[in-house]
């Protein structure tokens, strides 16, 4: 890993992909200290410390959301919005062929996303500024009719909007996705303040057991992330024109994760939804509808690690089969392996060959899913072994999206390399 990072900065124009995501990201972290006027400190400090849910929101923000910084909605109306155009895309014909159109449809997808990401942060922006609002956080009056209301959902939603064209540009003109360097920014930033809390009152016995731990749980990440099923695929001999192509034999990779760190992202973004929601409303005025989100907030949210964990699990595992399914269709697999006269030994080309691939999709995925499943549920099951160990908390989603960004990310400065090593031959 060393030697490849040496070698890519050694190349010019790897250098200038690395320097510019490097860049992005002093940026994002200068925003999350940049606060919104309009709020105690102290008691915002308060509300975050009482409030589980939205320390978890917080995670995702860098810390930008505990400041009441500018960018304090991180990416999460983005990520939102690509949970409900990734809805649609399966149920609407239209938005169904133009998934079809390839990177036209793509792109207009993308660009459908990010319309919808800004009336999504707008929403979100003034709930968090209400329930803010309720708890006696905020210093000025809270009023859509007020002019320091409105500005301040305007920067909430200008922040959101500008890390989602941050992200962007990471994946444009850097090197990886966007939008995982950003979350991967924020839950890395996050790292020197537990080492200093954790050094105020040291255990080490404790930090040994979590280490030792750690680095296990690394190994099985990376170790079922890499992990594929090759599925065998003999080429016939073939003619096109006057040039005769002789067949050969390769594989086809079927990754056991093959959803990598999205369902985790869906389902942690649906869980907290309808919690965030219940939560603007436990200090309304009307009993009735205040005992209705107390009981909400204290059934379903992460104070309640037993209901709240075992739906964590059922989302993960079900997104990661949605997901699955999703990006990867056997009925198209099949027909392009027939045009290019590839076929599976022992399986007919055609339908046998989808419901071969579907079958060892499904087997595989119930690794995958039960994977991501367990590493959701990881923090919950720390707690209960290691109370009160907030200091050293092990959050499952953090270290798989944090491995998950890193592993992709050096596999594609080796692709860089890679083809850089063919230049020569190419010319």
Do not use: C
Not at 117 to 144: E, K, M
């Amino acid at each position: 890993m060393f030697e490849s990072l040496l070698n890519a900065f050694r190349a010019p124009d790897i250098r200038r992909r690395i320097l510019f995501v490097l860049g992005v990201l002093i940026v994002f972290r200068a925003l999350a200290h940049v606060p919104v006027p309009g709020a105690d400190p102290k008691a915002l400090a308060n509300f975050f410390q009482n409030n589980a849910l939205f320390g978890l929101l917080d995670l995702f923000s860098g810390g930008g959301l505990s400041r009441f910084s500018v960018v304090g909605l991180g990416v999460n109306p983005y990520i939102n919005a690509s949970i409900i155009m990734q809805l649609m895309t399966g149920v609407v014909p239209a938005l169904q062929a133009l998934q079809r159109e390839g990177e036209y449809g793509r792109n207009k997808i993308n660009q459908y996303t990010r319309y919808l990401s800004v009336p999504l942060a707008v929403l979100q922006g003034y709930g968090f500024l209400a329930l803010l609002n309720s708890s006696g956080v905020l210093t000025t009056r809270f009023d859509l009719a007020s002019f320091d209301t409105l500005t301040q959902i305007v920067t909430l939603t200008a922040g959101s909007v500008l890390l989602m064209w941050l992200g962007e540009l990471i994946t444009e003109k850097g090197i990886g996705n966007g939008i995982s360097f950003i979350i991967f920014a924020g839950i890395v930033s996050r790292i020197p303040g537990s080492v200093v809390t954790f050094l105020e009152s040291p255990n080490w016995v404790q930090a040994i057991v979590f280490g030792a731990f750690a680095i296990v749980a690394i190994a099985v990440i990376v170790f079922i992330t890499e992990g594929q099923r090759r599925i065998p695929v003999q080429y016939a001999s073939r003619v096109r024109g006057r040039r005769m192509y002789q067949g050969g034999t390769t594989f086809l990779p079927l990754r056991v994760n093959q959803a990598g760190v999205i369902p985790i992202i869906f389902a942690v973004s649906i869980l907290l939804f309808p919690s965030q929601i219940a939560g603007y409303f436990t200090s309304s005025s009307v009993q009735v509808v205040k005992d209705l989100a107390t009981f909400f907030v204290n059934t379903f949210g992460p104070q309640n690690p037993v209901v709240y964990g075992g739906l964590y699990f059922l989302l993960t595992v079900g997104f990661t089969y949605f997901y699955t399914a999703f990006t990867f269709k056997p009925d198209e697999t099949a027909e392009q392996l027939r045009k290019n006269g590839g076929f599976i030994p022992g399986i007919r080309p055609g339908r046998p060959t989808q419901d071969y691939l579907a079958r060892v999709v499904n087997r595989i995925t119930v690794a995958g899913a039960l994977f991501l499943g367990i590493i959701a549920v990881m923090p919950f099951v720390i707690t209960i072994f290691f109370p009160g160990s907030s200091s050293l908390s092990l959050g499952g989603t953090s270290l798989l999206i944090a491995v998950s960004v890193v592993v992709e990310t050096m596999k594609q400065l080796e692709a860089q390399l890679l083809m850089r090593s063919y230049e020569g031959f190419i010319r």
